[in-house]
């Protein structure tokens, strides 16, 4: 499996942006999808984005689309989301996840799992 770690999260206000780092380690990162999912209280956790082993293919959620944008850099083992015109309802404990499959949008695949960082968006 793969260790995930992510960092970048924060208290920001509507509008603005932040960007979003997971770091890998533990194995060939470069031949796994990497995914975003979050998790607002008292919500369900949901799908985010996602980007395939090379980066080729992406994803996002309709709630996210045009304003989010994930990246990866294999050499460096690490994943980005960078989000930019956020809103409130983007509130979340935001996870970076990891999945064998070479693209995956879905959930169960992830078998990886950072403990998330805290994105918070005040109005």
């Known amino acids: 499996q793969v260790q995930l770690v992510e960092s970048g999260g924060g208290l920001v206000q509507a509008g603005d942006s932040l960007r979003l780092s997971c770091v890998a380690s533990?194995?060939?990162?470069?031949?796994?999808?990497a995914g975003w999912f979050r998790q607002a209280p008292g919500k369900e956790r949901e799908f985010v984005a996602t980007?395939?082993?090379?980066?080729?293919?992406?994803h996002y959620a309709d709630s996210v689309k045009d304003r989010f944008t994930i990246s990866r850099d294999n050499d460096k083992n690490m994943v980005y989301l960078q989000m930019n015109n956020l809103k409130p309802e983007d509130t979340a404990l935001y996870h970076c996840?990891?999945?064998?499959?070479?693209?995956?949008?879905?959930?169960?695949?992830?078998?990886?799992w950072g403990r998330g960082t805290q994105v918070t968006v005040s109005s």
């Open positions: 996840a990891a999945s064998s499959d070479y693209y995956s949008d879905y959930e169960p695949l992830f078998d990886s």
């Open positions: 533990g194995t060939t990162f470069s031949a796994y999808a």
């Open positions: 980007i395939s082993w090379s980066g080729d293919r992406t």
